[in-house]
Structure formats: structure tokens, C-alpha cells
């Protein structure tokens, strides 16, 4: 199959906006070619207001369809699977996954997130162009989540949220909820450079079956036609 017939999957770190995850980008590009899928990651930009980092995807979008991709996918971590999420309400990939994600900006538990994309006062408009639950029509792609109910740091009413606006809008969607496990997971893989890879043993171990979302995730890829 040629470069331009296979699915292409663009990573997107997590980070806060403010920083950009490495353990969030090229491990996860690495697993997806695994999987038979092509794969990068965007550095978007950080540490800058909207429309910067979608602006930085749309560039990025745009490119791999003017080289010949058909099928586009975006995978997206914490603040990376609020811009995954954001990308795929407004149309410019085929699928999403997202990893526990930022999803709206009308509450404060979006903490950081909305600070750094949208500053400290951020307009009503502004957060409704930003919320992506509440940019979800019947068109929205595909998509897969996972979260954990254990996480502090992107509590619950966020994939949730999501979730209930893709029924709503009959939208094909999974939702996984693992019991265990904090935010910024990964590939939920130990390293002995937790400053690389970002989880030690320890970590690893309390996550419990959340290191099952790549299996799952699989699965899912598998059965929306994504993946042999």
C-alpha cells in the first residue's frame, strides 16, 4: 500500500498548552506504525492564545491532504485531545481518539488549559468556540476515548461531556472508564527516565487495566475499518 493509501494519524502532546508532553508524541506515533498505520507528531504551539494551535493544525491537515492522504486521523493527549477533539468537531480529520482530554472551557476544571489558551478573561464567545462539547454535530467523526476515573488533574465531566454530546448527536463513539490510574498516562510504559518517558514503575503499576487502552483502542481501529 502506498504512503498516501495508508491512514495517517497526527500525534498531538499533552501539556497544559504551556509545554508539550515527550512521552505523549513519538512513543505513541512509534505504536501506531506498529499497528500499520503512518504517524507524526505536531509541535503545535505553545504558550500562545487561540487560534494559534489549531491554526497550527489546520497547516499540518492540510498538507498531508495536498500529498495525497485520504484518510486522516488525529490521536491527542490531556490539552492535546482538547485540540484532537477541536479538530475533528470542525471537520478537518476522518477519526479521533483522545486521551484523557480537556474538553470544556465553561467550567474550572479546566484549569491550566484555558488559562494558557485563552488567557485570564477569556469572552463568553471564547469559550463557546473553544468548548468542543459544544461543537459537536452529526458530522464529528468517529471517536474513541478513554479516561480514568482516578484522575485529578482532567476530572470525568470532561469525557463525559463529550460523550453525551456525541449520543446526542448520534455520532459512532467509544467511551472507556478505567478505575485507576492519574493523568498523563501515555502509553501507560515504565521507563527508568521518568524525565523521558514520564511514568516509573510505580505509576505503571497503580494504573491498573488502563494500560489496556491500546489493546482497546486497537480493537476500535480494527472494527471502524482503520486498521487490518
Given at each position: 500500500m502506498s504512503a498516501a493509501a495508508r491512514p495517517h494519524v497526527i500525534v498531538l502532546p499533552g501539556g497544559g498548552y504551556?509545554?508539550?508532553?515527550?512521552?505523549?508524541?513519538?512513543?505513541?506515533?512509534?505504536?501506531?506504525?506498529?499497528?500499520?498505520?503512518?504517524?507524526?507528531?505536531?509541535?503545535?504551539?505553545?504558550?500562545?492564545?487561540?487560534?494559534?494551535?489549531?491554526?497550527?493544525f489546520r497547516m499540518r491537515a492540510a498538507a498531508l491532504r495536498a500529498e495525497g492522504v485520504a484518510r486522516l486521523g488525529v490521536l491527542g493527549f490531556s490539552a492535546g485531545g482538547h485540540l484532537a477533539g477541536h479538530a475533528a468537531a470542525l471537520g478537518l480529520v476522518d477519526l479521533a481518539v483522545l486521551c484523557y482530554p480537556v474538553v470544556t472551557m465553561t467550567t474550572a476544571t479546566s484549569g491550566g488549559s484555558r488559562h494558557q489558551l485563552l488567557g485570564p478573561a477569556p469572552t463568553a464567545e471564547a469559550i463557546a468556540s473553544t468548548s468542543v462539547e459544544q461543537l459537536v454535530t452529526r458530522a464529528m467523526p468517529p471517536t474513541f476515548i478513554w479516561h480514568t476515573a482516578a484522575d485529578e488533574t482532567v476530572p470525568l465531566e470532561h469525557p463525559y461531556l463529550l460523550g453525551q454530546a456525541l449520543a446526542r448527536h448520534g455520532v459512532p463513539h467509544a467511551l472507556h472508564v478505567y478505575p485507576r490510574g492519574r493523568h498523563g498516562l501515555g502509553l501507560v510504559r515504565a521507563s527508568d527516565e521518568v524525565g523521558v518517558d514520564g511514568l516509573g514503575a510505580d505509576d505503571v503499576a497503580e494504573a491498573g487495566i488502563a494500560h489496556n487502552w491500546t489493546r482497546d483502542c486497537a480493537e476500535w481501529l480494527r472494527e471502524v475499518g482503520w486498521i487490518d
Open positions: 504551556a509545554s508539550l508532553a515527550e512521552h505523549e508524541g513519538e512513543p505513541v506515533a512509534a505504536w501506531l506504525r506498529t499497528l500499520g498505520l503512518d504517524a507524526s507528531v505536531l509541535a503545535y504551539p505553545v504558550g500562545t492564545r487561540h487560534p494559534g494551535p489549531i491554526d497550527a
